[in-house]
């Protein structure tokens, strides 16, 4: 009998050792796919440290929003700035400096791409403006729906988050190893925020400020104060971010700005338009934005209020939450274009008389087809949701939660305390450690998911998907056609529209977002494994 215990002791023992020895294999297996699936990227697939979204498996063709040349990258979402930010969380989850090394070439990509005035364009083209004129004359041009993209400006955009990322990430770099090499280029994007922002609090979507493309009979948007894409606020957060590390007065009174911007924005009914002309006026900006209030905007800008309302206690950034519910409930789409309870309000309201306005487009590309917008809910767009669900109640409920908050409960955690920093080591450390980096989810990652990942790296470490977002092939401007509704719902016209759509054949691509998913994935793991055997020891 006593024997007998002990032989299942033992086994016991053998078999928590055996599954320790088989995670830990595992964990080393993830690290070295990690390894070779970065350094296919970064040997391979990079532009001078640099990345667009998609490729095809030979190279021969890429893709960020659109199509781009060679020897071009992007700076927006899922492109230089993003996959700087996975090599940096890779150097944080293995301590591997290969990791590293890569960002610091996404990060020389960035430098090299940075205006003489601070900020960043969509995208950067190594051959210099005399390639990317040509490109905006052909590829940019004629994407039907980016109107954005068919006129070369020459200046630099907060759309999409592009300078306001990439001064970020060079914000992280340069605190990573307080590596003066990168001081100049940080100092030059927050110099360029700071003299971009107008008097008012908010900022243009484009800087240098230009007027000169009228599109279709309308003004020039890019001049416009602009909340579409959350150019206000993460121009506000990116200050924030560097008031915090950096520890500068001078960011307060900027920041302050920025916040006030949505106070003296809101409308008198409680609503937040996307963008506003010099006159504080709602104002359209492409030609499928018409002038016009938006429930959407109207939702986050009161969230963003309510922060803001924690951040300094000042109860002007409140004083109209209850306008703005009232408008959202008022806002409702009637039961009618609800689709059985699936959207709650249109994307546009009209000014004036509060109705849903729904937009459309008729032709087959550019040259030959337009965009209007009425009273009729049906021939959506497809690359623009025409309606959205938004959850009031939740709005309501912050709104309620801040009300009931001491003044000492509500600020306790604000970032824009003027105190001595307290914490363990610098600023700079603090934010390492705890602000933008690790920026991927700690939640548990299984074993079956981590060899399925492995197993899914090609014979060159690469991870291809389907269904990327292609586009056709430059061909020359659009024909002349009758109008037509052929392309009313769909997300690219004829074969002369460079729009993106979904490649919907078994072709397979590589992706930087597939990359970084998986990447991610895989890091979780490692960085736990790791965690578990530090605490064993």
């Not at 979204?53 to 060679?70: I, Q, V």
């Not at 041009?141 to 954005?148: A, F, S």
Request: with cysteine.
């Amino acid at each position: 009998m006593r024997i007998s215990k002990r032989l299942r002791l033992l086994a016991l023992i053998l078999g928590f050792y055996g599954t320790a020895s088989a995670q830990t294999a595992l964990s080393t297996q993830a690290a070295d796919a990690m390894l070779r699936s970065t350094r296919y990227m970064v040997e391979e697939v990079s532009t001078n440290g640099g990345y667009v979204w998609y490729y095809t498996p030979d190279l021969s063709r890429r893709w960020g929003e659109m199509e781009a040349y060679k020897t071009m990258v992007w700076v927006q979402d899922a492109g230089t700035v993003d996959m700087g930010n996975l090599f940096l969380d890779a150097y944080t989850a293995t301590g591997n400096e290969y990791y590293y090394g890569a960002a610091e070439k996404a990060a020389a990509a960035l430098i090299w791409g940075q205006s003489h005035e601070g900020g960043w364009n969509y995208m950067i083209d190594f051959a210099g403006d005399r390639s990317l004129k040509n490109w905006y004359n052909t590829i940019g041009k004629n994407g039907w729906r980016l109107e954005e993209f068919q006129h070369y400006y020459g200046n630099d955009t907060y759309d999409d988050d592009v300078t306001s990322n990439a001064g970020r990430f060079l914000l992280r770099i340069y605190l990573q190893k307080l590596d003066p090499r990168y001081k100049p280029s940080l100092d030059k994007a927050i110099e360029f925020l700071l003299k971009s922002q107008y008097p008012a609090g908010g900022w243009p979507q484009r800087y240098p400020l230009r007027y000169d493309f009228n599109k279709s009979g309308h003004d020039d948007y890019t001049s416009y104060y602009t909340f579409n894409d959350d150019v206000t606020w993460e121009n506000v957060n990116f200050l924030i971010q560097c008031y915090l590390a950096l520890g500068e007065q001078r960011f307060l009174d900027p920041i302050s700005r920025g916040m006030n911007f949505y106070v003296i924005s809101q409308q008198g009914n409680g609503a937040w338009a996307q963008q506003y002309n010099l006159q504080l006026e709602p104002a359209g900006a492409r030609t499928y934005e018409p002038a016009a209030l938006l429930p959407r905007a109207t939702f986050w800008n009161a969230l963003l209020m309510i922060k803001f309302y924690e951040y300094t206690g000042d109860r002007k950034f409140i004083a109209r939450i209850p306008d703005a519910i009232k408008w959202l409930e008022k806002a409702r789409l009637p039961e009618s274009m609800t689709e059985g309870g699936k959207w709650s309000h249109p994307l546009f309201v009209e000014l004036k008389t509060d109705k849903p306005i729904f937009v459309h487009r008729k032709g087959s590309n550019v040259k030959w087809g337009y965009y209007y917008y009425d009273y009729k809910d049906n021939n959506l767009l497809g690359h623009m949701n025409g309606k959205g669900k938004i959850d009031v109640d939740k709005l309501r409920k912050e709104y309620e939660r801040v009300c009931a908050l001491s003044p000492g409960e509500l600020t306790k955690n604000s970032p824009l305390k003027q105190e001595p920093f307290t914490g363990p080591g610098t600023p700079q450390q603090a934010y390492s450690a705890e602000g933008e980096a690790p920026r991927f989810s700690r939640e548990e990652v299984s074993a079956a998911k981590v060899k399925e990942t492995i197993q899914a790296l090609d014979s060159k470490n690469r991870w291809l998907i389907k269904h990327a977002m292609i586009s056709h092939p430059y061909t020359g401007d659009g024909k002349l056609e009758q109008p037509t509704d052929e392309f009313a719902t769909t997300r690219v016209g004829d074969e002369t529209d460079t729009s993106p759509y979904i490649d919907t054949t078994e072709q397979l691509y590589l992706s930087t977002a597939a990359y970084m998913r998986n990447m991610r994935l895989l890091m979780r793991y490692v960085q736990t494994e790791r965690e578990r055997g530090g605490k064993k020891n």
